[in-house]
């Protein structure tokens, strides 16, 4: 199997639900308050190595509580965190999420993702070997991630773009992508298929809620269904999917197979609460209908 080296943020996730979204100046009683570990890159981490994959992370956190029980966190669910790095006086990243009839929006602090540097990838990817998989998305500095997937595409490994939070700066470093995974609105922010597909010839898989993914290259386009579920909370979705799809891919499986299997891992994310606490494992994937 190979190894899956992932660069991305940390972050703890206040949440709360509420019947509707308030307007300026309104108090509303929302329901159903609690914290949990999350970050695109710490979801993502989370999700592949429950899901089979031999995972090693690279990240800043803070130097307070919220720091300390991510690493112990990580290391809890057998996760490489000797490239998880401390930063004094920062706090760790932070998102407070909104969960208004299954759907949930999001407000980010950045806090100590935004001090991750390129010496933190180099460092990181002195052990990576050719073919093994690289993953990142968007809540760290782009100039950041960018060399990152230059970096590694340079390495000889699998370079894998979850471009979320959409931001067009990220353009530019497509090219050094093997696989790109937005969803309906971040490739519309990105400019669409067309205009990525001009700029890379990676394969892209556009995920679609509850209407499942579709998988582009170059000579096809085919869409593929979810199984239908109520949505409890689909924080987290997104990034269970991506932690799937590049731990099938790091055992040998091909895309069809590790996109399916990631999906049908997201879809069970999304009849739980919560960001990592709504990750599935392997044995609670292959038991769903």
């Known amino acids: 199997m190979k190894k899956i080296f992932i660069v991305g943020s940390v972050n703890t996730d ?21 914290t949990a570990r999350g970050g695109k890159g710490a979801n993502q981490a989370v999700a592949a190595s429950r899901l089979g994959g031999d995972v090693k992370m690279c990240a800043c956190v803070g130097d307070d509580l919220f720091g300390d029980e991510s690493v112990k966190a990580f290391e809890k669910e057998g ?51 050719t073919g093994d998989i690289y993953l990142t998305q968007l809540e760290n500095p782009i100039d950041v991630v960018g060399y990152g997937l230059k970096k590694a595409k340079e390495k000889g490994m699998f370079v894998v773009l979850n471009p979320a939070p959409a931001n067009v700066e990220i353009l530019s470093y497509l090219g050094y992508c093997d696989l790109i995974t937005p969803n309906e609105t971040e490739l519309e922010i990105l400019g669409g298929k067309e205009k990525i597909q001009a700029k890379t010839s990676a394969d892209i898989i556009v995920t679609l809620g509850k209407n499942g993914y579709q998988i582009l290259t170059k000579n096809s386009e085919t869409r593929y269904p979810c199984t239908r579920i109520t949505a409890v909370d689909t924080t987290a979705a997104g990034d269970t999917l991506c932690g799937g799809l590049v731990a099938r891919l790091a055992s040998g499986d091909d895309l069809i197979k590790a996109a399916a299997f990631g999906s049908k891992a997201a879809t069970i994310a999304c009849t739980k609460k919560g960001a990592q606490p709504s990750i599935p494992t392997t044995q609670e994937v292959e038991r769903f209908n």
């Not at 206040?14 to 609690?34: D, K, M, N």
């Open 14 to 34: 206040f949440v709360i639900s509420a019947p509707y979204i308030p307007v300026g100046g309104e108090t509303l009683t929302g329901s159903g308050f609690f």
């Open 79 to 129: 996760i490489d965190v000797s490239h998880v790095r401390r930063v004094a006086g920062v706090p760790t990243g932070t998102a407070v999420v909104l969960v208004t009839n299954g759907e949930n929006r999001i407000i980010l602090d950045k806090g100590a993702n935004d001090c991750l540097t390129k010496a933190d990838v180099d460092e990181f990817l002195k052990t990576a070997q």
